[in-house]
């Protein structure tokens, strides 16, 4: 008996210093005061670098016709837009009247359709372009539009479309081309100026025929400047063979 009481004595000593150390840290009674739980917050994963890809990559993915030029610095500045365009012209050389169909307004669709049931389109398009050059700037709204201008032999003929990227293609709206648009366009901003001839036809419009003598002479000296040989043509839809109609949304 005698030895087991060391052995008590120590096992109460612990409990002693167990108890004062839990008193302690209770602060004399008081309560403590449940933690809150702190939500975490998920960190926002950021948006996915999307890689422009470049205009001779889409057109090999695309397998889009090689008589399309589209210069890498005057493309369109998305992915979707740039496959829109791609497609878009393609379908003029390649003579796929369907695709461009899905791609055009009511308005042009209906022009389309008629080019189409009257034989222009199969004469206008597919073999008879040798090229299209494509080049992409700013719409007189701000928006976005693309020159495209059609090589036939000899024949240059231009069309200016405004366009805007919907759902996950684009749409095309043609622009007014007043005649022999070809040979009036000049200039490195070959939009721009066109831009401005529009504005002048709509002055134009707007003004009395007694003051018109002013902007004919005006518009007179710009052509002359450009000298002859300028690539004007009298034929409105590309390789129209001298058809007075014109491509879809031709003014």
């Not at 996915?48 to 397998?63: F, N, Q, S």
């Not at 008629?114 to 700013?138: C, F, H, K, L, N």
């Not at 058809?243 to 949304?249: C, E, I, L, M, V």
């Amino acid at each position: 008996m005698i030895n087991q009481i060391p052995r008590i004595s120590i096992s109460l000593l612990s409990f002693s210093i167990l108890l004062a150390s839990s008193s302690l840290l209770s602060g004399c009674g008081s309560e403590e005061e449940p933690v809150k739980e702190v939500k975490k917050v998920a960190p926002k994963k950021a948006a996915p670098v999307v890689k422009l890809m470049t205009i001779d990559e889409l057109m090999a993915e695309m397998e889009i016709d090689d008589r399309i030029y589209v210069p890498e610095e005057e493309a369109p500045v998305t992915n979707q837009a740039r496959r829109g365009v791609l497609t878009f012209f393609d379908s003029w050389v390649t003579g796929d009247h369907e695709t461009v169909m899905g791609m055009l307004g009511a308005a042009d669709g209906a022009e389309l359709k008629a080019m189409v049931e009257d034989g222009q389109w199969a004469s206008a398009t597919g073999d008879r372009i040798d090229a299209v050059y494509v080049t992409t700037g700013s719409s007189a709204e701000g928006g976005r539009c693309v020159l495209a201008i059609y090589e036939v032999g000899a024949i240059s003929q231009p069309q200016l479309w405004n366009y805007r990227e919907e759902g996950e293609g684009v749409r095309f709206e043609s622009v007014a081309t007043p005649p022999e648009m070809m040979g009036r366009l000049s200039g490195e901003d070959l939009i721009a100026a066109w831009w401005d001839i529009l504005a002048k036809e709509q002055l134009a419009w707007d003004v009395p025929d007694t003051d018109l003598s002013d902007l004919i002479i005006e518009d007179n000296d710009e052509t002359l400047a450009s000298g002859p040989g300028s690539g004007g043509s009298k034929k409105r839809s590309p390789g129209g063979g001298g058809s007075k109609k014109r491509s879809p949304g031709g003014r």
